[in-house]
Every structure is written in structure tokens, then in C-alpha cells.
Nanobody, 124 residues
């Protein structure tokens, strides 16, 4: 069982940066691939980024590639999402999720544990 708590969301102007954190507790974080997803108002939740268990493999949605960076610190049981060059269309609730496998996935169905989400609002 893994519990996830996101933090770091907030209001930022277009072009700015934010760093989201996802703190995990419980057993299994060190062997779990992790992902970030987001849901904008009136839209379905969508994939943002994923990282494998060791941090050596990452994959991004085309919409954030080159602007976002996912990373993890297994010693701190934490995964991060560095978001740069933010755009108004990045506004959403961002969710952290954990798999029970080590390899990355962009499919929400492959994730078992979810955080409660953190709001990111980008003003124009």
C-alpha cells in the first residue's frame, strides 16, 4: 500500500515555473514507476509524465516535452515535476500516481495508487 500527497501547486503567471512534489509513504515506493497526470476543468484526466523505479527512464506527453522534467529521490520517497515556461493551458489539477511495476506507463489504468491532487493555475 502506498499513500501519495502532492504539494507545490499554486498561481503563476504565464512563462513562470513551479515545482510539484509528491511524497509517498508505505511500502513499495522504491520499486514503483511513478506518473503525473492532470485534469483541466471540463476535460478528462490526461497523462503528463512518467518515470521508472530507478529514475533512469522517463517519458512525456508531447504537450509538455521540453518544458517539464520528472525526477525522483528514492531516499526521500518523493517524486518531482519541474514545470517551466508555463502556459494558461497548463492550468489543471495535477495528480501523482504509483504503479505496482517498475516500468513506465502513460496509461491511467496502469496506476494503482493516486494522490488527492494539487491545483496549478497559470494566468495570462
Amino acid at each position: 500500500q502506498v499513500q501519495l500527497v502532492e504539494s507545490g501547486g499554486g498561481l503563476v503567471q504565464a512563462g513562470g515555473s513551479l515545482r510539484l512534489s509528491c511524497a509517498a509513504s508505505g511500502r513499495g515506493f522504491g520499486t514503483s514507476a511513478m506518473g503525473w497526470f492532470r485534469q483541466a476543468p471540463g476535460k478528462e484526466r490526461e497523462f503528463v509524465a512518467t518515470i521508472n523505479w530507478s529514475g533512469t527512464g522517463t517519458y512525456y506527453a508531447d504537450s509538455v516535452k521540453g518544458r517539464y522534467t520528472i525526477s525522483r529521490d528514492n531516499a526521500k520517497n518523493t517524486v518531482y515535476l519541474q514545470m517551466n515556461s508555463l502556459k494558461p493551458e497548463d492550468t489543471a489539477v495535477y495528480y501523482c500516481a504509483a504503479r505496482q511495476l517498475r516500468i513506465t506507463s502513460s496509461s491511467q489504468n496502469d496506476y494503482v495508487y493516486w494522490g488527492q491532487g494539487t491545483q496549478v493555475t497559470v494566468s495570462s
